[in-house]
Nanobody
Framework: QVQLVESGGGLVQTGGSLRLSCAAS????????VGWFRQAPGKEREFVAA????????NYANSVKGRFTISRDNAKNTASLQIDSLKSEDTAIYYC????????????????WGQGTQVTVSS
């Protein structure tokens, strides 16, 4: 079993930056690929970014490519999502997720989910 806890969300102005963190506990963190998803009000949950177990490969949704950066620190059992040039459309609850392989994360069927952290972008 793996427990995931997100943090770092908040209220930020358009054009600003925010860094989200995902802290993992339980099973060895390095055994899992990690991903981020988000869900805006009235919208379906969508894939944002993912990273392999070793961090040697990353994948991003086209809507966030160039603005979002996913990373991980296996020594600290954490994964992060750096968000730059925030837009109003980025407002959503952001979820951390994990699975043994990155493909499972990208397809939206990870084994574990965090509780989410709210990101609100103001004008």
């Amino acid at each position: 079993q793996v427990q995931l806890v997100e943090s770092g969300g908040g209220l930020v102005q358009t054009g600003g930056s925010l860094r989200l963190s995902c802290a993992a506990s339980g099973r060895t963190f390095s055994s899992y690929a990690v991903g981020w998803f988000r869900q805006a009000p009235g919208k379906e949950r969508e894939f944002v970014a993912a990273i392999t177990r070793t961090g040697d490969y990353t994948n991003y949704a086209n809507s966030v490519k160039g603005r979002f950066t996913i990373s991980r620190d296996n020594a600290k059992n954490t994964a992060s999502l750096q968000i730059d040039s925030l837009k109003s459309e980025d407002t959503a609850i952001y979820y951390c997720a994990a699975a043994p392989v990155i493909v499972t994360v990208i397809r939206g069927i990870p084994d574990y989910w965090g509780q989410g952290t709210q990101v609100t972008v103001s004008s």
